[in-house]
Structure formats: structure tokens, C-alpha cells
């Protein structure tokens, strides 16, 4: 995944840190634990939705794409107080995702990686190969990240995992756009980005503003959830001709005449038989059934506001 990144947190006070970053609560996060977060700033916006890990007690990896995190993260500690030391480790992640993910990594790791559960990591050797393997990716499917930790062995590394995979039918890949909207994951700057807050995104989960430490936007998110969100992310089934491909624009949803807000991503899922859309519109309109129309690419058309995710809402899936 040539976008994805690491920023590593180490040092005494690594951990305090690393929650200073995130409104998610990390008090319980165990050594091995991975957890998706979210990054935000002095007013609640989020700057990134990244994947963060634990490999030691006061070791972090802040996993991401899209955003500079690092310069980030190393400006906050500058007049932090705190003992750590941040950096890019020299790490390279490969995805390998899919219903027969599983059965690949047996092939290439043994019948114990079967145990690694849904968001854990474990740090393994592959024919004297390091990598840091995780029961996570961008897909919502069962699937694995192997951070490949000694960059002269990538070319082997693929072979082996191309060689271990040809029976089941592996082919290099590129993410999907439309598993992934089926999902309701987000793309930063398309479905998220510093003008966006949680409470907008229906993340409240991510945002836990009675705990004792304190994070950078505290004060801001404590107010937005006391006055509620002036807008809110929805799914959208949109009825016209299937999309052959995804938009590369927002889209305008009005409603009698009006702007009322954005389709941020669209596609046509196979799967489903439907347009389906991820879209930021005012909170007035995210209501079930409430009926909008998208200007697309080929005209207006009539859209209907629905659930999200579209489809797996319990991710049975990715965690089976």
C-alpha cells in the first residue's frame, strides 16, 4: 500500500501522548490491541481516521494515509511536556484481503495465525522475514496488514505471498471502491476531513469527553455535542441508470430547489443492484426515507435516504 504510513511514538510518556492525539478512550488498551481512532484538532475537526497499534507498553503506530500526521504529532510535542520521540519508521505495508485471506495466511504462517483475532496484532517471522501482522485493512472483509519490517526483503516477501496464494486464485489488487462504500468506510478528503467533527460522521463512539485525560479539542467537541450537529452523514440509494464508476466530484443533493448538501462518494454495487452513496446533508434531511435529489454527471435523479452501512452492518465478516 504505497499511501500507507506509520508514525511511531515511543518513550517514557508515550502513551500519554498518544491519547492526547485522540478522543477515543485508550486506558484500556492492551499490548497487541489495534484501534481505529480518530485525530482531531483544537476545534473538533478530524484530520484523520487512522489505525493505531500497540506493539509495546510505550510503543505506538499511528497507521495512516492522506494526511501529515507526523508533522503533526511532532509540533504538538515540541511544547508538550512529554518524554517522546516521534518518527516514519522504515515500514512497508502490505494488504492481503478477502474471503480467502485466511486460508493464505495458513499457507504461509501455519495453522496459529488463525487464532489473531479481529483488531490484534502479532509480531512474526516468515522464513526469517519480520513483520508486524494485524487483523485489519481498508475492505471490510476478512483480511490481514503485514508491515513488512526490513525493506530488502519486499520483492521475496511478495513472491512468497503470490506463490502461497496461486491456488486460491490471488491477483494483486487495487482497493474497492465499491466494498468499501458498502461498508461506510470513509475516504479522507472525500467523506472526511478538517471541516468535519464525529458527531457529523455518527462517531460518537470514537469520543469519549468524561474521561479524566484531556485531548486536543476536548472543549470544542463538548460543545458541538451540547449543540448538535449542524449537518450529518447519510447513506443514499440513488435511482438512475448504474454509475460506471465512482464520482470523482461532489455532487449537490437538493431538495425543492435548494442546495441541502453533497454526495462525497458513489458507486454502483453489483452486489446490491443499487447506486449507493455516502453523502454530508443537512441534519434536518438525515432522516430515513426522506427523499432528495443528486445532480450526477448525466442530470438530476431521484435519491432516498437510507441505513449505513449498506451492507455487513455488524461486520460478521471482517471479524468472522
Given at each position: 500500500?504505497?499511501?500507507?504510513?506509520?508514525?511511531?511514538?515511543?518513550?517514557?510518556?508515550?502513551?500519554?501522548?498518544?491519547?492526547?492525539?485522540?478522543?477515543?478512550?485508550?486506558?484500556?488498551?492492551?499490548?497487541g490491541q489495534c484501534k481505529y481512532i480518530l485525530i482531531s484538532n483544537a476545534?473538533?475537526?478530524?484530520?484523520?481516521?487512522?489505525?493505531?497499534?500497540?506493539?509495546?507498553?510505550?510503543h505506538f503506530w499511528i497507521s495512516l494515509?492522506?494526511?501529515?500526521?507526523?508533522?503533526?504529532?511532532?509540533?504538538v510535542a515540541v511544547h508538550s511536556g512529554l518524554d517522546v520521540m516521534i518518527c516514519e519508521p522504515d515500514v512497508s505495508p502490505l494488504q492481503l484481503q478477502g474471503p480467502k485471506s485466511g486460508a493464505i495466511m495458513q499457507a504461509l504462517l501455519g495453522e496459529s495465525i488463525t487464532d489473531l483475532r479481529y483488531y490484534w496484532l502479532r509480531e512474526?517471522?516468515?522464513?526469517?522475514?519480520?513483520?508486524?501482522?494485524?487483523?485489519?485493512?481498508?475492505?471490510?472483509?476478512?483480511?490481514?496488514?503485514?508491515y513488512l519490517r526490513d525493506e530488502s526483503r519486499g520483492d521475496e516477501l511478495w513472491e512468497k505471498i503470490m506463490t502461497a496464494g496461486e491456488p486460491f486464485g490471488l491477483k494483486p489488487g487495487h482497493t474497492s471502491s465499491i466494498r468499501r462504500i458498502e461498508a461506510g468506510m470513509l475516504s479522507y478528503h472525500a467523506d472526511a476531513d478538517i471541516n468535519t467533527n464525529p458527531y457529523e460522521l455518527g462517531l460518537d463512539r470514537l469520543v469519549n469527553l468524561d474521561m479524566e485525560a484531556d485531548f486536543i479539542g476536548k472543549a470544542a467537541l463538548r460543545r458541538i455535542?451540547?449543540?448538535?450537529?449542524?449537518?450529518?452523514?447519510?447513506?443514499?440509494?440513488?435511482?438512475?441508470?448504474?454509475?460506471?464508476?465512482?464520482?470523482?466530484?461532489?455532487?449537490?443533493?437538493?431538495?425543492?430547489?435548494?442546495a441541502v448538501g453533497r454526495v462525497t462518494s458513489a458507486v454502483y454495487s453489483p452486489r446490491l443492484g443499487k447506486n449507493i452513496a455516502l453523502a454530508m446533508v443537512a441534519a434536518e434531511i438525515a432522516v430515513i426515507g426522506a427523499e432528495v435529489e443528486v445532480v450526477t454527471n448525466s442530470g438530476p435523479s431521484r435519491a432516498t435516504v437510507v441505513e449505513r452501512p449498506f451492507y455487513d452492518p455488524q461486520k460478521q465478516i471482517a471479524a468472522a
Open positions: 500500500m504505497a499511501v500507507e504510513r506509520q508514525v511511531e511514538i515511543t518513550g517514557p510518556d508515550a502513551a500519554k501522548f498518544t491519547q492526547m492525539l485522540t478522543p477515543r478512550d485508550l486506558s484500556r488498551m492492551a499490548v476545534m473538533g475537526g478530524i484530520l484523520n481516521d487512522p489505525i493505531l497499534l500497540r506493539l509495546a507498553e510505550n494515509a492522506d494526511s501529515d500526521i507526523l508533522l503533526w504529532a511532532q509540533g512474526v517471522e516468515l522464513d526469517g522475514i519480520p513483520l508486524i501482522v494485524s487483523r485489519t485493512g481498508w475492505s471490510s472483509e476478512l483480511g490481514f496488514e503485514l455535542q451540547q449543540e448538535g450537529a449542524s449537518r450529518k452523514q447519510v447513506g443514499l440509494i440513488i435511482d438512475c441508470a448504474p454509475l460506471t464508476g465512482p464520482n470523482t466530484t461532489f455532487w449537490t443533493i437538493t431538495k425543492n430547489g435548494g
